[in-house]
């Protein structure tokens, strides 16, 4: 059998793309995040200083030549109602200051442009963010430029960022987490009828060949109408040679009868005892020929029908006994007793008889050929708890000491019988017909005498 | 005996140093000395020695290896020492909430956190440097005397219109802080002015009828205590209540419609030597367990969030930078000019 090599795993990979595409989103997520709460920090920030320039701006006036500005209380506390920052504020006309802390630095063309503008810059040790304000001022004839600035540290919002970014990647870890959990799922989910494809083809036994019906996702769909037409094929190939199997069987005993037929009338006409013996010797060989042949075509059934057993219960005793019926004449011929012993009321199976009977048979047979003239043979039905047991036990040369695996393979045979004619097919057909009721066939030695002692095993009705 | 001569010259050569580096004027100063000092602790502060001197011992009796220079100045002379000259203290202590909130802003203070500061409410801290430890009403002082056969008024409205129904009594006879001089005096004021239009009538008023300007509160109580004035306005409660007990005639009263509650505060400057020790004494000074012991000590009403909820009308001056509004050159300049203009009249 050819060993398949798993090369990557379908689900590890599916899984593992899922958790890149996560690992992705996530860290998108978290940096959208930070940079929006950023941004909006930035923005209050930013709208809070331009309120408070504005409030103070409002408050400037001139007033005889002079300019005053009345700093409005809320314009600076409001500054320290977010958080608890440092403050600073100056007051410009044409750049000289009028008011305020007069080092604070103002933002580059804050007064050519006549809007607002924002800068960052560091002062007395801290980061600020410093907002100007310009407005036009006529003090008596003249138009000055008043800048408002008005400057904030961004302690607060470096504390406020930093948890933004705390909360912004534990949002990200958390997101990614759930996708990872959430992908596990998907993945096996995905993989599920895939799975179940695997278990219900693994499921069949090695003679089903029959078109597997499992419904499949579309994906599947082309791999198992090919598994389907191929087993399909195998199927069809399989029979043919059964059939041809059986159809050369029958063509071959055919003929052998006539042989034989024809060399019966001859022994009786022949008086020379050497053309006798030689006469019986084709009759001999005619008479195992055709026996052989039987048993090719028994395997070829037993084989047709294990894949479609017609089940029925059964008393194995009865049939037991129906089979020792139908050898004796053969055990007779060899003083051979066969006794049947067991219960008769249970021991039921529910099986295919013709193919339970053919078992046997074939069982027998093996012991009748195997025993010496003038013994025993027993056949024993037992019960188990959940199996009913049948030993057929004979007298004969035993099993030997040579390898017993291959004895139930086809066409082998036990090393001690070379000089018996056989087919070797006999034991093959017993273990196929037990496999496909589900039970199972043991060879071990007698324990009683020498002799073997062949049990079958079936699971009980 | 040669030890304690060395030591005493010693203590004498540091005072003259201290002394005579000083740029700003220093009113008391005095060291507090210890057997065996291991370090000592600077203390620059508007307390006077006399309401204070109490407190540092018992600092000193749980840290007896400490000494303690304490030095007193004004507020405005506070804050030219730790703002102009960075002179060397441990602690600044100070009344002036504006000014030690304009020192924290400025980058002049050290920043210190504990349990004991973690302790204290939101509105008795700001950035982690200026942590205030008592809280202290601005109320009216009187003398019963002057006001008998008077109803007593319960608000400023009131107030002003006893002070305009009887000039008589009244002239010459009220006063209240000189806002040019007195730090405290000028944040009252400005406080005033927030919350309502009545300061200016109430300035009219007084100035109508001739009021006398303060530098400070125990002065403007030393006077009604004697009979000189009638009433005092806006004078610190905590040490008018100190008086109380000696004199029957003495009242305090608390306005109704709102009382300013001023906060002591205290910082350690960035030019602190020994930021352990100045790191301790805030501990000292805030912790909820040495509230009683200050009240105690000093007479001036320790942080208590309970009387801020139980008194409908205590307004405590909120840390932060509105007070840095104040201390705007032009701010000033223009509110004390309408003050003048409404107090002095010609």
């Given amino acids: 059998m050819t060993v398949v090599h798993a090369r990557g795993s379908l689900r590890r990979r599916l899984l593992l793309q899922l958790l890149l595409v996560a690992a992705i989103l996530s860290f998108a997520l978290y940096f959208t995040v930070r940079v929006l709460a950023q941004q909006a920090a930035e923005t209050t920030q930013d709208n809070i200083l331009i309120a408070s320039a504005t409030a103070i701006s409002e408050a400037a006036r001139a007033e005889r030549g002079q300019i005053l500005v009345d700093v409005p209380y809320s314009a600076l506390s409001m500054l320290g ?40 810059a560091i002062y007395r040790d801290d980061e600020v963010r410093i907002a100007a304000l310009p407005r036009r001022l006529t003090v008596g004839d003249e138009t000055v430029i008043l800048t408002v600035l008005v400057a904030q540290t961004r302690l607060g919002l470096a504390a406020v960022s930093l948890q933004i970014s ?53 994906e599947l769909v082309p791999l198992l109408q090919s598994l389907n037409t191929f087993m399909a094929r195998l199927s069809a190939s399989l029979a043919r040679t059964e059939d041809f199997i059986a159809e050369a069987a029958h063509h071959v005993r055919t ?25 019986r010797e084709v009759i001999r060989a005619a008479d195992e020929s055709s026996r052989s042949a039987g048993q090719l075509l028994d395997h070829a059934m037993v084989a047709l029908r294990s894949d479609n057993l017609e089940k029925e219960q059964l008393n194995m005793k009865d049939l037991a006994q129906d089979v020792i019926r139908s050898i004796s004449p053969t055990a007779d011929l060899k003083d051979i007793r066969i006794t049947c012993s067991g219960s008769d009321t249970t021991s039921a199976v529910e099986g295919d008889p013709i193919l339970l009977q053919n078992a046997l048979r074939n069982l027998l047979d093996n012991a ?80 009683e005498r020498r002799g073997t002692c062949a049990s079958l095993t079936l699971p009980s009705a | ?39 000592t602790l600077n203390i620059l502060s508007t307390a006077d020695l006399s309401v204070f001197a109490p407190l540092v011992e018992a600092f000193q009796a749980r840290n007896p290896t400490v000494e303690v220079h304490y030095v007193t100045a004004s507020s405005s002379e506070l804050m030219k020492a730790l703002y ?34 973690a302790s204290l409410p939101d509105w008795a801290k700001w950035r982690d440097r200026l942590y205030a430890f008592t809280q202290e009403p601005a109320v009216l002082v009187y003398s019963k005397i002057a006001f008998e056969g008077l109803p007593q008024p319960t608000n400023r409205d009131e107030l002003i219109a006893l002070l305009r129904e009887n000039p008589d009594r009244f002239q010459g006879r009220v006063g209240t802080y000189d806002i040019r001089e007195s730090g405290a005096g ?25 009021a006398r300007l303060y530098c400070c509160s125990s002065r403007m109580i030393r006077d009604v205590v004697e009979g000189r004035l009638a009433l005092a306005y806006n004078v610190l409660g905590s040490y008018a209540a100190a008086h109380l007990a000696d004199n029957m005639d003495l009242g305090i009263l608390q306005f109704s419609d709102f009382t300013t509650v001023m906060l002591r505060t205290v910082l350690i400057p960035k030019t602190a030597g020994n930021l352990d020790l100045a790191g301790q004494f805030v501990d000292f000074l805030v912790s909820e367990d040495n509230r009683d012991l200050i009240e105690d000590l000093t007479g001036l009403p320790a942080i208590d969030p309970g009387v801020l909820q139980r008194e409908a009308a205590f307004r405590p001056i909120r840390l932060g930078p509105g007070l840095l509004v104040y201390l705007d050159q032009l701010k000033r300049r223009t509110f004390i000019r309408a003050w003048l203009n409404a107090m002095v009249q010609p």
């Fill in chain 2, 84 to 117: 102009e000259e960075d002179a060397e203290f441990d602690i600044a202590i100070s009344s002036a909430m504006d000014l030690q909130t304009k020192l924290v802003n400025d980058g002049f203070a050290e920043r210190y956190v504990s349990t004991e500061t």
């Fill in chain 1, 368 to 447: 009748v050929k195997y025993s010496p003239e003038d013994s025993r043979i027993k056949v024993e039905i037992s019960e188990g708890a959940s199996t009913v047991r049948i030993d057929v036990l004979d007298e004969g040369r035993g099993l030997g000491d040579g390898d017993r695996s291959h004895l139930t393979e086809r066409f082998g045979r036990g090393d001690n019988v070379r000089d018996i004619i056989g087919s070797g097919l006999g034991l093959t057909i017993v273990e196929e017909v037990v496999s496909a009721h589900g039970g199972s066939l043991a060879l071990t030695d007698n324990p």
């Fill in chain 1, 166 to 218: 705390i909360a912004a990647a534990a949002a990200g870890i958390g997101f990614f987490l759930l996708s990872g959990a959430l992908s596990w799922f998907a993945t096996n989910n995905a993989m599920r009828p895939l799975n179940r494809l695997a278990k219900s083809v693994e499921r069949r036994g090695p003679q089903d060949l029959s078109p597997v019906a499992t419904s499949a996702p579309t």
């Fill in chain 1, 255 to 279: 003929p052998l009868a006539t042989v034989r037929t024809q060399s019966e009338i001859a022994l009786r006409s022949v008086r020379k005892p050497e053309n006798k013996q030689i006469l």
């Fill in chain 1, 81 to 120: 109602s977010i958080a608890e920052e440092r403050v600073f504020y100056r007051v410009t006309a044409n750049d000289l200051t009028v008011t305020g802390y007069d080092d604070l630095p103002a933002p580059a063309r804050a007064a050519e442009t006549g809007k607002p503008v924002f800068a960052t």
């Fill in chain 2, 186 to 210: 000028y944040l009252f004021a400005t406080q005033d002015s927030r919350q309502s239009e009545s300061l200016w009538r109430m300035a009219e008023v007084m100035g109508r009828l001739d």
């Fill in chain 2, 1 to 39: 005996m040669r030890v304690s001569y060395i030591a005493l010259g010693l203590i004498g050569w540091i005072w003259v140093q201290m002394t005579s580096a000083h740029g700003f004027v220093a009113e008391e100063e005095r060291l507090f000395e210890v057997d065996r000092p291991a370090a």
